[in-house]
């Protein structure tokens, strides 16, 4: 593939995976809180605790930025090896 090794061909496909899994879940923090940011009292969570749901779905979505990479890397060669 583009002569890249199956294991950063798996590194691509996962960061690009994570890409859009990032955009999706801050899409969906941002819908959940109504669509502005609150760092205050929210309807999903404890007051003061920073958003509750929305607040773990961005962390979540930090996250996976670094994993989907790293998986996509290691499962890359069980993949594309040909």
């Known amino acids: 593939m583009f002569g890249l090794s199956p294991a950063m061909a798996g590194g691509v496909a996962g960061l690009l995976f994570g890409i859009v899994n990032f955009i999706a879940l801050r899409y969906a923090a941002d819908h959940v809180e109504g669509g502005k940011r609150s760092y205050g009292r929210s309807s999903y969570g404890r007051p003061g605790d920073g958003g509750g749901v929305a607040r ?17 890397y290691a ?8």
């Open 56 to 72: 773990i779905l961005r962390v979540v979505a930090l996250v996976d930025l670094g994993v989907f990479p790293v998986l996509g």
């Open 75 to 82: 499962l890359g060669p069980l993949i594309f090896a040909s």
